[in-house]
């Protein structure tokens, strides 16, 4: 397989994360699983068998969600790790992979006047309190440090947000609650929300 086709293979499957994570917050918020709209699909009419559209696209919907739930964590993890090259590529960034897995980072970002060494989380369920937890850490379960990476960007696929943290802001900690759409609860770290200036030195 090509570069290219392994990086379209994952952005058709970060886009299913994405649609599946929204799924499952509006079940959780409604209490019933209600459909992703999807502009690429076309409104479904009656089928012959009675259902209504709404009821296909109910089914659509759990089916999309029964097919993300049985993907590994690793596999959700690349997923979230395509759509960052989507995104820093949109935002004009250059973009670079460290050649195997044995660092803590996962980007290197090109913004120019300097390179960023950039690891990206990213959460797909949403807590019953609205919460979305990130870890701050590795495989070693130490927090990460500033001369191991730059930047941490935690991504919350069900409400299609971007978090950029400067290492050197969190003071070490292990991990991190946010609170992206809830009108209650905010959380400190709210302004670093699509803080994409930071890799611009802004």
Excluded at 177 to 200: D, M
């Amino acid at each position: 397989m090509s570069a290219g086709m392994a990086v379209e293979s994952l952005m058709a499957g970060a886009e299913i994360a994405v649609l599946w994570g929204q799924a499952d917050f509006r079940r959780k918020r409604t209490g019933k699983l209600k459909a992703v709209s999807d502009r690429s699909v076309r409104p479904t009419r009656a089928s012959p068998t009675g259902a209504s559209p709404t009821e296909t696209r109910s089914t659509q919907a759990r089916s999309t969600q029964a097919a993300v739930t049985r993907t590994p964590a690793k596999r959700l993890g690349e997923m979230a790790e395509a759509a960052f090259l989507a995104k820093v590529s949109r935002l004009k960034f250059g973009v670079a992979c460290p050649w195997g897995d044995s660092d803590r980072y996962d980007f290197i970002v090109d913004a120019g006047k300097k390179l960023w060494k950039v690891q990206v989380k990213s959460a797909h369920r949403v807590g019953e309190d609205g919460t979305y937890s990130f870890r701050a850490h590795g495989s070693s379960m130490a927090a990460y440090k500033a001369d191991e990476i730059d930047v941490l960007v935690a991504y919350v696929v069900p409400e299609d947000v971007w978090y950029v943290f400067p290492v050197r802001e969190l003071g070490g900690l292990r991990s991190l609650k946010l609170f992206p759409g809830s009108r209650k609860k905010r959380s400190k770290f709210e302004k670093y929300r699509e803080a994409w200036w930071i890799l611009r030195g802004r």
